[in-house]
């Protein structure tokens, strides 16, 4: 369909990628549910041979994530495991990809119970400390690999110095971008190699499907990641990419709604008498203000905060009503999470208490819901966690 033009991604959310079907006039990519396509003669076919290797729906996704994130091709996937397993097959034996403090706990179980295995190793550093982590950068690392902010305190690392840091020793910047989404943040932009997503959060939006995506700044990438997507064979199903093109489109009236729900609900957290700190980037007083400012639009919607010591956190969670206790984040409605327990129990204890992932520690995904009625549930249970 012909080229139209716009400029802003709240159009490119609904406009971009493969728009529409041009065969009939429908718009919406058609949900192409076939393993494989016939061809024309021997050796000739229509440039779709098998759906592992090419679906019409699955690359109507891939260019569109590639075009949000203003990046060269994108790639669909399984879940963001999947995305994030077929980034580390970049690797071989010998190499080391530096992680930051905070990054998923699934990507850390990957690294350690299942790339390590191969010779694929990782160190844990500090990526907010710049002159720190460029001294860590030894012959054998080939990546540094970050979240901003990461999970689940927020942490807010400098993309552009990550970017100069990786171009400077020639090795890879990866960004996984699932807090932000390109709506709010794209790493590409700041001189980021590679940006991934688990696109079961925000970017799907309903809490209905797992997928992840993978968006890559060149060619030689591209090929790469091409290569390994079909051979390892981690794909997003034709029906599920359409589901995710879906919540693609809405991506920037929710997320509007989020953020201005999560900074009403900071206001009221902060002047709690209850609760013992917020972690949020919109924060002003929060450590990487000035520089998550700089390079996304704003704090998003995702928030932690812990309670005083002398209030019982085991009845604040008995204690909500609207907001579920759940995996999980980024959907319209809003989820709660205890990182010790849940999100982060796959790292060791002594490593969570480094990096100060507290047992007290409450991470909030902000939904849509109408702000009043989140907060009176986070109220109400909040004072359950205070009576004995
Ligand atoms: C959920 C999540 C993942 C893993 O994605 P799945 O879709 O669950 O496989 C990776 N990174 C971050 C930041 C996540 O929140």
């Known amino acids: 369909m012909s080229k139209k033009n716009y400029s802003d991604i709240s159009t490119a959310l609904i406009h971009g990628g493969i728009y529409g079907d041009e065969r009939t006039g429908a718009v919406n990519v058609p949900i192409y549910q076939t393993s494989t396509y016939e061809q024309i ?5 229509t440039g779709y041979e098998y759906s592992r290797t090419g679906n019409p729906t699955r690359e109507a996704l891939e260019a569109l994530i590639a075009e949000l994130e203003s990046g060269t091709s994108g790639f669909a996937f399984a879940s963001g495991m999947a995305a994030i397993t077929a980034v580390l097959s970049l690797f071989k034996s010998g ?15 990957v690294l350690d119970k299942i790339f390590k295995n191969f010779g694929i190793l990782y160190s844990i550093e500090d990526t907010t400390d710049l002159e720190g982590l460029d001294k860590k950068i030894t012959e054998d690392v080939k990546a540094i690999y970050i979240e901003s902010p990461a999970n689940p305190l927020m942490t807010i690392t400098d993309l552009k110095a990550i970017a100069d840091i990786a171009k400077k020793h020639e090795i890879l910047s990866i960004v996984d971008n699932t807090f932000m989404t390109p709506y709010l943040q794209r790493p590409i932009e700041f001189g980021i190699d590679i940006v991934l997503h688990s696109a079961t959060k925000y970017l799907g939006g309903h809490s209905d499907l797992i997928a992840g995506l993978v968006v890559v700044n060149n060619k030689e990438l591209g090929e790469r990641i091409a290569f390994i997507q079909n051979a390892t064979g981690g794909i997003l199903q034709p029906f599920d990419s359409f589901l995710l093109i879906r919540g693609i489109k809405t991506l920037g009236v929710r997320l509007d709604r989020h953020v201005e729900n999560a900074e009403k609900i900071v206001d009221y957290l902060v002047n709690h008498s209850a609760v013992k700190k917020v972690y949020y980037p919109g924060l002003e007083d929060f450590p990487g203000y000035e520089v998550n400012r700089k390079q996304a639009k704003n704090g998003g919607a995702m928030l932690s905060f812990e ?27 809003s989820l709660v999470c205890h ?37 009176a549930d986070l109220d109400h249970a909040i004072q359950l966690a205070g009576e004995n």
């Open 339 to 375: 990182p010790a327990s849940m999100t982060h129990a796959s790292i060791p204890y002594d490593i969570r208490q480094k990096v100060g992932i507290t047992d007290g520690l409450i991470r909030l995904s902000v939904g849509i819901e109408k702000v009043d009625e989140i907060i």
């Open 95 to 109: 190499d080391k990809i530096i992680i930051s403090s905070n990054v998923y706990g699934g990507t850390f179980r």
């Open 41 to 45: 003669s021997l050796g000739k076919h």
């Open 307 to 333: 309670l005083n010591d002398n209030l019982d956190i085991r009845k604040f969670f008995d204690g909500l009503g609207l907001v579920a206790l759940a995996e999980s984040l980024g959907g319209v409605e």
